[in-house]
């Protein structure tokens, strides 16, 4: 599976932003989907993840502010982030792999597919 993201930008601390990430592959609803997200000197961190049942996992950090959703019949994947904060600003990166049990879906080694990045910077 082939994967781009799409949708970072500048946005104020307190907005929202919509990140998207459109799969190629006719096999996407198969696929454990999610994101990762990384700013400079730092490892990447999981942020969200989806599995083909909608069951969702979520970054304490994020959870409560940031939605993870797909769409299998239009290859897509989403992420809503509500209530930005400066410590959110980092690049995303979607991710897909299948097959994963639940306590790997937070693992960075699980996923063995990896769209470009899109930078989103929240401004204080």
């Known amino acids: 599976v082939q994967l781009q993201a799409s949708g970072g930008g500048l946005v104020q601390a307190g907005g929202s932003l919509r990140l998207s990430c459109a799969a190629s592959g006719r096999t996407f609803s198969s696929y454990v989907v999610g994101w990762f997200r990384q700013t400079p000197g730092k490892e990447r961190e999981f942020v969200a993840a989806?599995?083909?049942?909608?069951?969702?996992a979520y970054a304490d950090s994020v959870k409560g502010r940031f939605t993870i959703s797909r769409d299998n019949a239009k290859n897509m994947l989403y992420l809503q982030m509500n209530s930005l904060e400066p410590e959110d600003t980092a690049v995303y990166y979607c991710?897909?792999?299948?097959?994963?049990?639940?306590?790997?879906?937070?693992?960075?080694?699980?996923?063995?597919?990896w769209g470009q990045g899109t930078q989103v910077t929240v401004s204080s």
């Open positions: 989806i599995r083909r049942d909608r069951l969702t």
């Open positions: 991710v897909a792999a299948q097959g994963l049990i639940i306590s790997s879906m937070r693992s960075l080694g699980s996923y063995n597919y």
